[in-house]
């Protein structure tokens, strides 16, 4: 997945239908018209292959990116999974809660990738301070299984798989809850702001700077 933030990759690989579950639970416009009950018992995903779900039925790219350049702040949704739902769901889906709110490597054999919940708290409830750079270091990125038959895996991400096992000790579950709306003029979305494209597609911002001025004036 990570290779699809390079602007000449065509296609993407993964489990991209995490994705799309995730921006349903978040994104109201991007999500079915009805949006179905926590089943007890299963998984959360599980709910959004029931029969009778009314899918968008344009598949056009430039319809998708024209919804989310328009999103305003109460169409997403941080924090889905409230108490009453994560109460309904299996033992096993929140079993491994102890590293949700942890900075740690996500280890699949050679494969190393970092779960990253600060730079990501308000999905948490939590207030957001400006994230440092992310976590990854080149020299486990490149890593392949090509001519490494004879390699000690263990050995080799030792480092890596201590930090796993001690995940507690990388919590980051310790910033205060946040209030309301992030401000406008905040420190965090300063930055985010010189960091970030502000439209997926720019042929839309003209239309987003539209519908400003005009609810400007409306509530004047």
């Known amino acids: 997945m990570c290779s699809a933030t390079d602007y000449k990759v065509k296609s ?60 305003k702040r109460h169409e997403f949704v941080w924090e889905p999974y409230t108490p009453t739902v994560m109460a309904a769901l299996p033992q096993i889906c929140v079993v491994g ?3 949700w709110f942890a900075v740690v490597p996500l280890i699949c054999f050679h494969v190393v990738e970092w779960h990253q919940p600060d730079r990501v ?19 486990l ?8 038959q004879d390699e000690n895996w263990f050995h080799l991400l030792a480092p890596i798989i201590s930090q796993w096992n001690n995940a507690a000790q990388f919590r980051v579950d310790v910033y205060p809850r946040q209030q309301g709306l992030l401000g406008f003029n905040s420190d965090y979305m300063v930055w985010y702001r010189r960091k970030t494209k502000m439209f997926v597609d720019p042929n839309n911002a003209n239309t987003a700077a539209l519908v400003f001025i005009c609810f400007s004036m409306f509530n004047f």
């Open 121 to 139: 708290l308000r999905q948490y409830g939590l207030q957001q301070p400006i994230p440092g750079c992310p976590s990854q270091p080149q020299n």
């Open 12 to 71: 993407i690989g993964g489990m991209c239908i995490l994705i799309q579950m995730w921006a349903w639970e978040r994104c109201t416009t991007l999500a079915p018209k009805r949006t179905p009950p926590v089943i007890e018992n299963k998984p959360l995903g599980h709910r959004w292959l029931r029969r009778g779900n009314q899918h968008i039925g344009n598949d056009d790219l430039r319809v998708f990116r024209r919804k989310l350049d328009l999103m």
């Open 97 to 99: 809660s102890v590293v």
């Open 141 to 148: 990125h490149g890593i392949t299984l090509k001519g490494k």
